[in-house]
Structure formats: C-alpha cells, structure tokens
C-alpha cells in the first residue's frame, strides 16, 4: 500500500510540474519570465510592454468589458467595437419589432447618424491595477473567527475603494484572489454612451442556435458591432446627442492572413469564473446536484418558451434573447455533468486530496496548520448536500421562475415602506423608478407565456422537493390540487398587478402594500423560505478550509507558477491553432468552411436557415479576397486557448498583435472545463476574422465600416 500511494503521489505531482502551456487564465500585468518565455516559444513575437502597460498604448486598452458578462475589442480609430452576437442580442432584440425585425434580417447603420443608442449598456476599460493584499488584510490574524475576519477585511477593503477611486478617477473594486490569499484592486474608466452599428441576420449569427452550443464543429457569424461614444472632451459621458465617437487609445488591426495549424494564438478578456482548486466534495456537488436540479428546471421553462416562439413571431421577438440566456447554462450544465464523470475529475481531486494528506501528515508544523483541512472540507460538502437542491429549485423554479414572481422581487423594499408608513415623498420618488421600469418590462412580456411557464414550473418545484423543504404557500396549493398549480396560477393572473400594466400603472399611482397581491404573496413565501434554508446552510462554513487548502497546494507544489481562477478580471491565455482527437476514432480539422453551413441548411428552420444573400454569394463561390488558398471561405476555427463564460467577445490574437478571430465557446469534450483543464481535448471555437470581413463587405456592403478598419493583408 505504501508503495502504490507513494506511486499516485509521483503522478499527481508529475502532472501539475508537466501541464500544457496552453492552459491557465493570466493577470497580463503580471506575465513572468517563464511564461512570457513560454509564449514566445510558441510564436509570439510582442513584449511585455507591447501586450500590457500603462506608459503606453498597449493590447490591453483595446479590451473592454462589455456589458458586465462578456468581453469587446476596438478595431478602429474611432471607438468601433467587436464582440460575439450573443453578447449584444439583447440589444438588437430591444430595438425590434415585428415591422422591424432586427433579429432575422440584422441591422446596418450605414452612417453614424443611424447608429442606434442603448439605455443601461456599458463598457469598462482597466485604467489602474495594484496588489493590496497587505492593506486588506491589515489587522488580520489567524485567532480570529471568520465572521470578525470577513468584517475587517471588508471595512478595510472600503476604505481603499474610496480612496483609490477618488485618486484615479474611475470606478474601483478588490478582488480576492487565490481563494482569500491575494486582494487586487482594478480601477475601470466605464462609458455609457454605447451604439449599435451592425448585426448580421438571425442565420449568420445565431446559426446552429441550441443544438450546436458548445459543441465542435460550428459554422457560427458570431458577431455583432458598437461604436463608444465620449463627451466631446473625451471623457465618459451618458448618452447626448452632442457626444462624439471615442478617439481609441489603441486597437486592432485585422488580418487577412488566415490560420493554420500550429500558429500562435492569444485570447485577452474578461472570464468570468473557474473553480480549478476546489475539493472533491465540491465536484460531486455539480455531478450530483447542482447540474441536474439546473437542467430540469430549465429544461421545463425552454418547453414552454418554444412551444409559445413557435407559434407566433411577436412572442418570438419578445423571448429570443431570454430563451438564448436560458437555454446557453442548461446546455453548459447538461455538458458539465457528463464531460466531469467521463472525464474522472472527482477521482483526480481525491488523489489530489490523499497526496495533500500524505505531504501533510510528513511534517508536525504542516499538521498543526492544514491537519484539519481536509476533515472540514469533507464535512462542508456532506452538510450541503442537503439543501442544495431545494435551494436551486426555489431560484430556477421559484423566484427565478415565472418572469412576474421574478418581477414582484423588485417591489420588496416599496412594499415595505409602505408597511412601515415611510413618508410619501419617498414613496412616491421609488414608484416613478419602479413605473420606468415596469415599461420596459412589459415592452417584452406575453402573459400566456409566462402563465405556462409559471403553472410548468411549480408543478416541478412541488414534485421534486421535499415537503418539509417546499415554501409554505407552495405546499398548501400543491397539497389542495394534487400537485397541479394551474387553477391557482389562472386566479392569480386575474388579480394580481404584475401581470397586466394598466393594473400595475393603477396601483404604482396609488400604492398600498401588496401582501393581498397572490403573485407578491408567492414570490415572498418562496424568497423568505429560500432565505430559511440558506440560513441553516451557512451554519458550516468552509471558507477557512478553503484557504488554507489553497494556500497548502501552493506550499506544496513551489516550483508551480499557479494561475488563478477566473472572476471577471482581465486575464490573458496563449496556445495554438490546433486540430482535436476527442475520442477513439473521432478526428476534427481545425477550421469549418461556408460549405459547410450549406450542408446544414434547412430552409424556415429557426436554427439551420441561411440566409438568401449568404446562399447567393456562395453559389456563386463569390468570397473575394477572404476566401483561403484553396479557394474556401473559413468559418471557425479552434485554438488550444484556456477561456471561460465572460469570455464571449474575446479577440483573438496572432503574434504580431493583429486580430485573426473572434472567440465565442468551448468544445461538449471539455465541458468540464471549468473545474478541470483537459489538456488533450480543451478547445477554443472561434470566429475567423475572415468571415467577419466577408460578411460586412460582400453580403452587407456596409463599406462605411470598411472604411475605418486596419486590414493587414
């Protein structure tokens, strides 16, 4: 026995000291000898200074976050902006209509004066960063309870944030890294004043739709096109009529040069959140719980959506960029489940853990620190087991479900001023918000839809949860009706506010409290119940262990250049054009072509229907100078690139610095991903900068966008 666990100890080890250097997501301002080293053995040909700085114009000030969730690139002089069309869907679906249907034909501004504005989108550029770990954690020892622990840290935390934002002018944050043993601080300059310039037609940019998400190979126009705006001084500014297109501080220029196996690619953006040092306990938490209650809540709402969708092209409109956003993690969780067991990431985190045990138990300081590690980890994620579920029913089938329960969650706090008999003036200041925002709520609401989807979704929540989990009023009705919440929906549609908006226009003029209200008064039983749950579940809390586990493999493994998880930070991932063998006599090229598309074609099919233009031009195999030496227009490609969600939008990156694609997913292989890094099969599906140009010149003619582009031949 000693021998075989020395044995697992060699290979675990082995394979942290040998990882790929494709993988990991980087601070760029912190890019080392070594990887720097490692990037420029792969091909790239730029410094340092040249990707990151802030003494000159670097990659970096061409990267934005976009829109809180995604990431966007400049590709001109004058603030024009790229990013993934499901990133700004919800925009171009805003701006629709069935008389102007945006979605299915797409939009071309053919000048600026056509460019159209969009009320809550903006875009954050890093402008600062420092490493304040030390003032964060000033005051802190390892005596003190978590909760006297979490307290100083955040009063510390606060106090910086506010200076730092008034010194540098922008918005500040702290960011824990490496699970609590690392805080940085970002400074953003964000602009509010966003356009819409450009989309391509639903079967560009939404070919494939659900059944190709997440999935290799894809035949994707992935793209959609803003402009920033600035004050005429150049600083951020809301949006004015006198603002002007913002003079870029650096952007990208796009090559026409194409893609070939082996070539150096780089991914800069804004990933969102990995869990690559997590316990096992948390792998099985996803296997067992968290993926399957997410798919069997969502895989009820999307019945409901498309049964309604495909019935009328009103609704269609209203629910396309809702529908999209739910169906994306239903997929991403049916994938994650089954891609974590194939591919054995519970069993490598309990090899990790027994060879963290063995190089604890070696040493009498070790164990006076990590000795308990372990057990509490253990004992965290046996205690979750038994809430997790009905926690994600109560979100994803309760207060996340129907869209006027998720609705009256905005209403809590006038309601209780109202309770409380708060003095009107202040009532009636938060009823004219509330008013503002009921209409864009209503502007993309179908009550039979949500009817269906509510009545759907609660007959789930009362089946699948245990009765001494259900919130209260769930149970009682389903208790009454044997299960069937349709006659208790169908009342509480006839009375209640947030469903009709002459009702809620009425009531927000008048304002009394809602408890009478039966889709407030369900709203508030699931909420309060959720709240109870949460309460008895926080009672075990593993954030000690969880640092101390972080901080021990780190201890444990010092010639490892760790990265750290993704949380919405800049980050920067190198690799290379590469073809994928995922599994036994399985082999993908590394690009798909426009053929490609046309042999997916399927005429009025809502995810397979090309467009008629698109069809023309390839009949005539009309592509220009975009199409490859062998005469084929290149779709996407892969690349070896180390991303995750938030990273829809990210510019791709040749070793000169100029932009070859535009990335958009990850492969159904490596849907584990985000827990585990699968070296052999992990793969980065991409957009090729070549059909973003085809597109906006042969099929769109858009030539004033033409016009302001950088093309390297």
Request: charged content about 25%; overall charge negative; proline content about 4%.
């Amino acid at each position: 026995m000693k021998m075989k666990s020395s044995f697992l100890f060699i290979i675990v080890m082995m394979s942290y000291l040998f990882m790929r250097a494709d993988e990991g997501m980087w601070l760029p301002y912190s890019i080392n000898g070594q990887s720097l080293a490692e990037m420029q053995r792969l091909g790239c040909k730029l410094t340092a200074e040249q990707i990151f700085s802030f003494n000159q114009p670097s990659l970096k000030d061409a990267v934005v976050q976009f829109g809180g969730g995604c990431t966007g690139e400049l590709i001109s002089a004058e603030g024009l902006l790229l990013t993934n069309h499901h990133c700004g869907l919800g925009q171009v679906q805003a701006h629709s209509s069935v008389e102007h249907d945006y979605l299915q034909e797409g939009f071309w501004a053919k000048n600026k004066d056509e460019e159209l504005p969009n009320k809550g989108l903006s875009v954050s550029f890093l402008s600062y960063i420092e490493d304040v770990t030390a003032t964060v954690l000033k005051g802190v020892n390892e005596n003190m309870s978590e909760a006297a622990r979490n307290e100083l840290i955040a009063k510390n935390a606060k106090k910086l944030i506010k200076e730092r934002s008034k010194e540098k002018n922008g918005e500040a944050e702290i960011v824990e890294f490496y699970k609590g043993n690392q805080y940085i601080l970002f400074v953003y300059e964000v602009y509010n004043d966003v356009r819409l310039v450009a989309c391509p037609p639903w079967g560009i940019g939404k070919f494939g739709a659900d059944t190709d998400n997440w999935t290799w190979p894809r035949h994707k126009g992935d793209f959609c096109i803003f402009r920033v705006y600035t004050a005429p001084d150049g600083s951020p500014a809301e949006y004015a009529k006198e603002n002007v297109p913002m003079k870029s501080k650096h952007f990208l220029p796009i090559s026409l040069k194409g893609v070939k196996e082996g070539d150096y690619a780089m991914i800069m953006g804004y990933p969102g959140s990995t869990d690559r040092y997590s316990a096992s306990g948390a792998v099985n938490n996803v296997i067992e719980y968290e993926g399957p209650a997410i798919v069997d809540c969502r895989t009820t709402k999307l019945a409901q959506y498309r049964k309604h969708m495909d019935a009328d092209p009103e609704v269609f409109i209203k629910y396309a960029s809702k529908q999209a956003s739910v169906s994306n993690y239903w997929k991403y969780y049916i994938g994650q489940v089954k891609q974590l067991s194939r591919n054995k990431v519970y069993e490598k985190r309990v090899e990790l853990e027994k060879a963290f045990g063995k190089w604890v138990g070696e040493n009498a300081e070790r164990k006076a620190k990590y000795g308990a590690v372990l057990g509490d980890l253990a004992e965290y994620w046996d205690y979750q087991s038994k809430f997790k579920k009905a926690l994600i029913y109560h979100r994803e089938a309760g207060w996340r479900g129907g869209e006027a329960v998720a609705f009256a969650v905005r209403f809590s706090k006038i309601n209780k001023m109202l309770e409380d008999k708060a003095p009107q003036a202040d009532v009636a200041d938060l009823a004219a918000g509330l008013k503002s925002a009921a209409r864009g709520y209503f502007k993309d609401y179908d009550m039979a839809t949500d009817r269906d989807v509510t009545i759907a979704l609660l007959n789930l929540f009362y089946k699948d949860i245990p009765a001494h989990q259900l919130p209260p009023l769930v149970k009682k009705v389903g208790d009454k009706n044997g299960g069937d919440f349709t006659a208790f929906v169908d009342k509480a549609f006839a009375k209640s506010v947030f469903v009709d908006e002459n009702r809620l226009d009425k009531w927000l003029d008048a304002p009394k409290p809602l408890s009478k209200d039966p889709i407030f008064a369900l709203m508030y039983d699931i909420v309060q119940n959720y709240l109870t749950i949460s309460d008895v579940a926080e009672q075990v809390d593993a954030s000690k262990a969880e640092r101390l586990y972080m901080q021990g493999l780190m201890e444990m493994d010092k010639d490892k250049n760790f990265y750290p998880d993704a949380n919405f930070t800049m980050r920067l991932t190198y690799g290379s054009v590469q073809s994928c063998d995922p599994s036994d006599a399985v082999e993908y090229d590394y690009v798909t072509t426009l053929d490609g598309v046309m042999e997916k074609h399927k005429p009025g099919d809502w995810e397979f229907n090309v467009p008629a233009d698109l069809i023309k031009l390839w009949e005539k195999k009309d592509y220009g100078r975009y199409a490859d030496k062998n005469g084929n227009l290149v779709v996407n490609f892969i690349t070896t690139n180390d991303i995750t969600g938030g990273n829809s939008g990210s510019p791709v990156i040749d070793a000169e610095g100029n932009l070859i694609g535009l990335a958009f997913d990850g492969n159904w292989e490596a849907m584990s991903g985000d827990l585990s890094f699968e070296d052999k099969v992990q793969r980065t599906i991409c957009m090729d900068a070549r059909y973003l140009l085809f597109i906006i010149d042969k099929m769109a003619n858009a030539q004033n966008i033409m016009s302001e582009l950088k093309i390297v031949e």
